[in-house]
């Protein structure tokens, strides 16, 4: 079932209820576990560790100017870290961390947590967005638009993210799904030659002929550990709506599912990020479809299937 899982298999909920700045998507992870995530896990077969929520009240962000325009730039280090600390160290137990968001900034956190237990291990990032602008390139500021290039150590030095180990090489990561790119996101993609699939390799090869492809760039011998990070807002606004930065035109619900489907059957999973479940950003129904997509998805990449 998993070359690099001991049995029993055990998944630890890391639940992050952080936002920055967008209020709501910190409600995310309590939705998704007072949904009854951590039961339908246990119903797969897995043991589950939980141990509530994150709350990272010992992070004081009160004094937090931007450095440069880069937004609550201490405030996301140190929870990054925190949350690294806390993913690392699940996964060197040989535990699956199962991290609930929360802003995406805190793959920043998630992945190096990964890769210090898993050194050699490749990312697949499912989004709307590619999440790789750096301080030179961002317009807004917001960190969640930039995680990627922390990780790759693009960009220039923030003294407050030196913890942040540039571990993650270029061809280790592919991404699925993306359809709102930035023009600076797309000269660092094609200088760092990222290789990527948009909505458009979707529509033109299907769903499976694009996860078969995206496995054979970074994981050619599928031999790697896989750390799959997944926005919801890859997934088209109809399926997700309760989301902070909606696109049209995305994945449906089979092609999300088929990815976290596709990714469990290669038995090389050691990590799972469900990002950007934002409650306050819709109406009670919507709320309710997203989270209940969300709890799916996670259900889907840890083992659940049609049959």
């Given amino acids: 079932m998993s ?3 001991p049995s029993p298999l055990t998944v630890a909920i890391v639940g992050c209820p952080f936002r920055c700045p967008r209020v709501g998507v910190d409600q995310g992870p309590i939705h998704m576990v007072e949904a009854g995530l951590i039961k339908q896990l246990a119903e797969l077969g897995w043991t589950v560790k939980f141990d ?32 690294a600390e806390a993913v690392g ?11 609930l968001g929360g802003d995406h900034s805190l793959a920043m956190g998630t992945i190096s947590g990964t890769l210090d237990a898993h050194p050699e291990a490749c990312v697949i990032w499912i989004d709307a967005h590619a999440d790789i602008n750096t301080a030179e390139s961002t317009d807004s500021g917001n960190i969640h638009g930039m995680p990627v290039s922390f990780l790759l150590g693009l ?5 407050e993210f030196s913890w942040v180990k540039p571990a993650l090489k270029p061809e280790r990561i592919v991404y699925i799904g993306l359809r709102d790119v930035d023009a600076g996101e797309k000269r660092i993609l ?8 948009s909505m458009h390799e979707v529509d033109k090869y299907g769903i499976g002929k694009v996860v078969e492809m995206a ?4 994981n050619p011998d599928r031999k790697l550990p896989i750390h799959l990070s997944f926005d919801v807002d890859a997934l088209d606004p109809s ?6 930065t909606p696109v049209r035109g995305g994945l ?28 306050s950003l819709a109406d009670p129904e919507s709320v309710k479809q997203t989270v209940t997509v969300g709890c799916s998805l996670v259900r889907s990449a840890l083992g659940e299937t049609l049959l």
Wanted: proline residues 7%.
């Fill in 3 to 5: 070359r690099f899982l």
């Fill in 52 to 83: 509530g929520h994150h709350q990272f009240e010992e992070v004081n962000a009160i004094d937090d100017p931007p450095i440069g325009i880069l937004k609550n730039p201490r405030l996301v280090s140190r929870v990054t870290q925190a949350v």
């Fill in 89 to 99: 160290g699940h996964a060197k137990k040989g535990e699956l961390p199962v991290t």
């Fill in 155 to 159: 960009g220039s030095k923030i003294p």
């Fill in 190 to 197: 094609k200088e760092n030659n990222i290789k990527a699939f």
């Fill in 215 to 218: 496995l054979d760039h970074v």
């Fill in 239 to 244: 399926v997700a709506p309760s989301t902070g």
């Fill in 252 to 279: 449906t619900f089979r092609e999300g599912h088929y990815i976290c489907e596709a990714i469990w059957e290669t038995g090389l999973l050691v990590a799972l990020d469900l990002m950007e479940v934002n409650p």
